[in-house]
């Protein structure tokens, strides 16, 4: 499932390029697998959605998070989603279950490429539409179209990266937590946007083991994990997140993984080798010596 560095690394992608989303008006939609809007019915978001502009694009937690002038878009890719766009009249990518068509932003008609062949110009032909694809093989990701984004992601916890996580606060988060370190770094309503890559990747940072009770953290420590979790995931937006399977594109940060996916490995900081355990149904991967549960 895409983390917080692989949402972002899309999010900024929507925003940026000659097929950016920003500032263009909606012309149609079509919901090719109905269960793929959660919110509301197939039939209203193929309605509702026409006219709109799109005014901004961002993240919360693992959302993409896509403003209207009058709705928001929230897109969860879960195990298998990703987000295609192109000029292209049919829908993009071999398993689309939702495409969104937008009008031209450019009043006149962009020139067309002569064929191969032919020495006539297809200058002022109109060129197929932009197109934002939901590209969902399993079909396990969803999809919300609602006025106010809080109402789907408003039990999600703070942001990792903001600046109002403080360590004090973040100490006390754990401090009022019995749970072990993995679980808990990965219960979405406790911190936003964390996966099992980044969650292992950080507790190697802070030398902390998966097992230990939240409520046991010290401050320094607290303050320890807190920068780790912000390096990792600094890094891996640095790096367009983590290419791990055929679902991922483009990222490198799994060339750098210190732990995750590494068992029987040695730690690049002592030399043991790394164990891997199961933790909560997840596979989990860190130094026995670096990281003691004491």
């Not at 008006?25 to 026409?50: C, D, G, L, M, N």
């Not at 295609?84 to 939702?98: C, V």
């Not at 006149?108 to 197929?128: A, Q, V």
């Not at 164990?275 to 860190?286: A, C, D, E, P």
Request: charged share 25%; hydrophobic share 35%; net charge positive.
């Amino acid at each position: 499932m895409p983390e917080l560095p692989e949402v972002e690394t899309l999010a900024r992608g929507l925003a940026s390029g000659a097929d950016n989303l920003l500032g263009r008006r909606v012309a149609r939609a079509h919901v090719a697998w109905k269960r793929t809007v959660a919110q509301p019915s197939a039939a209203e978001f193929e309605r509702r959605i026409v006219g709109q502009i799109v005014k901004s694009i961002g993240r919360r937690g693992k959302f993409v998070v896509i403003r209207f002038d009058y709705d928001t878009l929230l897109i969860h890719l879960r195990m298998s989603g990703d987000l295609l766009t192109g000029f292209q009249k049919e829908p993009l990518g071999t398993h689309s279950r939702l495409q969104i068509w937008f009008e031209d932003a450019n009043p006149y008609p962009r020139p067309l490429p002569l064929e191969k062949g032919e020495g006539r110009s297809l200058r002022g032909e109109t060129p197929p539409p932009l197109q934002l694809s939901f590209q969902d093989p399993r079909k396990f990701g969803r999809v919300w179209l609602v006025a106010d984004a809080e109402s789907v992601t408003g039990a999600l916890g703070p942001e990792p990266l903001a600046a109002s996580l403080t360590p004090t606060r973040f100490h006390k988060m754990l401090a009022s937590r019995k749970r072990q370190l993995k679980p808990l770094l990965l219960d979405q309503t406790f911190l936003a946007g964390l996966g099992n890559i980044y969650v292992d990747e950080a507790l190697w940072e802070a030398r902390l083991n998966p097992l230990t009770a939240a409520s046991k953290v010290g401050k320094p420590q607290a303050a320890a994990l807190l920068r780790g979790i912000r390096k990792v995931l600094a890094e891996g937006i640095r790096r367009n997140g983590a290419s791990i399977d055929w679902v991922y594109r483009g990222g490198e940060f799994q060339n750098h993984f210190k732990v995750y996916q590494r068992d029987g490995e040695h730690c690049p900081r002592c030399g043991t080798k790394i164990k891997r355990i199961v933790l909560g149904q997840r596979g989990t991967h860190y130094c026995p010596r670096c990281q003691r549960n004491k």
